[in-house]
Every structure is written in structure tokens, then in C-alpha cells.
């Protein structure tokens, strides 16, 4: 059975930071893809970024480029998203999934999901 579950999301002034988590349980981690990605009220899900869970370059939405940053800890299964500069307009539930390929921002391309965590901006 595949899980797929974040953490780390709460409550941050504009300009702040936090660190979000994803802990992906799949009997072949190491060949996946581990995204993130995020929603807006009303609005449909968009990729912020993603990494091969065996390593690789990363990728990053233009929106956070400079400002997010994506690792991951293969012996623990677990990947980070680490979210600097935090600015009402990234308010939103950031999801994590794993799909077979990077590259791609398209939500169905990705087969396991998380429930999401919820990141709150204020001005």
C-alpha cells in the first residue's frame, strides 16, 4: 500500500519561512519522482517543483525559482521543500506526489498523492 503524507505547513508572516516534508512509503522509492505541488482556492493544482528520489537536477516552477528549494533524504523516504520569502500569493494547500518522471507539471502525469498542507501568508 502506497502513502503518501505531508507536513510542515502553518502560519508565516510575508517574508518568512518554513519547511514542508513528505514522506512517501512505496516499495520502489528510489526510482520515483517526488513533486510538489499547490493549490489555490478556485484554481486548478500547479507544480512548484520536483527531484528524482535517486537524485538529479531539480525542477522549479518559474514562480519559485530562487526561492524554493526541493531535497530529499532517500534513507528516509522523505522529501523537503524548503519555502523562503513567503508572500501572501503563495497562500495556498501544497501537495505531495509520486509519479514515474520528472519534467512534467501536469497533475495527472503523477499517480500517488497527499492529503496537502495548508501555508498561510500574511501581509
Known amino acids: 500500500q502506497v502513502q503518501v503524507a505531508e507536513s510542515g505547513g502553518g502560519s508565516v508572516q510575508a517574508g518568512g519561512s518554513l519547511r514542508l516534508s513528505c514522506v512517501v512509503s512505496i516499495y520502489d522509492y528510489s526510482s520515483k519522482c517526488i513533486a510538489w505541488f499547490r493549490e489555490f482556492p478556485g484554481k486548478e493544482r500547479e507544480g512548484v517543483a520536483a527531484?528524482?528520489?535517486?537524485?538529479?537536477?531539480?525542477h522549479y516552477a518559474d514562480s519559485v525559482k530562487g526561492r524554493f528549494t526541493i531535497s530529499q533524504d532517500g534513507a528516509k523516504k522523505t522529501t523537503y521543500l524548503e519555502l523562503t520569502s513567503l508572500q501572501p500569493d503563495d497562500a495556498a494547500t501544497y501537495y505531495c506526489a509520486a509519479g514515474v518522471r520528472c519534467g512534467t507539471w501536469f497533475p495527472k502525469d503523477f499517480r500517488y498523492w497527499g492529503r496537502g498542507t495548508q501555508v498561510t501568508v500574511s501581509s
Open positions: 527531484t528524482y528520489s535517486g537524485g538529479g537536477r531539480p
